[in-house]
């Protein structure tokens, strides 16, 4: 769809108790990562350090959104800790894999 086209949507109108059809434009996604390269690239750097902070925003706002998840889980429901892995039991299986692989085979 090019973005001349329209698209005829039937959405209910309460008002009137049918439905109607109405003419939209089509929604293009928005993708900030795009949108900060072309502002680098176009040499926008207001513009790009505004979209970078949002983009860096939204992530922490994330990431904070799934700590207080896991947290009320642990708290509330008892949900236990994922099981932390020990850098000397990673160490270990590595140390695992690479002995098998320099088995020969019989």
Known sequence: MSETETSDVEVFDPEVGEIA???AEPIEPNNPIDDLIDYIGTKQYTDA????????????????????????????NNVDDEEEVDDEELEVEIDDIETYEEEPEN
Request: hydrophobic content about 35%; aromatic content about 6%; cysteine-free.
């Open 21 to 23: 059809t109405v003419h």
């Open 49 to 76: 350090e505004k979209t970078f902070n949002d983009v860096m925003s939204d992530r922490l706002q994330d990431v904070l959104d799934q700590a207080k998840v896991k947290l009320s889980g642990q708290v509330y």
